[in-house]
């Protein structure tokens, strides 16, 4: 499996951009695409994520209402964020997990998801 991350870069506070994940080699089976970004010096943090079966979806709290995840016919995942904020700049990285987007109203960690793709950064500064 091959994820690959595009659409970042940089874009001025209450800006807005439209992140990409695109997934070659998954062939069959139950799946999640899951967002999270790292900042310097801060941990891996989850952002949203989108369960392949019924297309539910997650949002982080801190971007909940900013930040919308969807899903086309060819399996393309998309980020959509807007009103960002200068604490969004982050390297964004998509991820797949077999099985559900999140369990108990929480995203599923980054240790659960076994495929990963190169980031892309966003910077978000005046």
């Known amino acids: 499996v091959q994820l690959q991350a595009s659409g970042g870069g940089l874009v001025q506070p209450g800006g807005s951009l439209r992140l990409s994940c695109a997934a070659s080699g998954w062939t069959s089976g139950y799946h999640a695409i899951g967002w999270f970004r790292q900042a310097p010096g801060k941990g891996r943090e989850g952002v949203s994520c989108?369960?392949?079966?019924?297309?539910?979806t997650y949002y982080a709290e801190s971007v909940r209402g900013r930040f919308a995840i969807s899903r086309d016919a060819r399996g393309t995942v998309y980020l959509q964020m807007s009103s960002l904020k200068p604490e969004d700049t982050a390297i964004y990285s998509c991820a797949m997990a077999a099985g559900p987007c999140a369990r108990n109203g929480v995203q599923r960690g980054g240790d659960e998801y076994a495929y990963w793709g190169p980031g892309t950064q966003v910077t978000v500064s005046s």
């Open positions: 989108i369960s392949e079966r019924d297309g539910s």
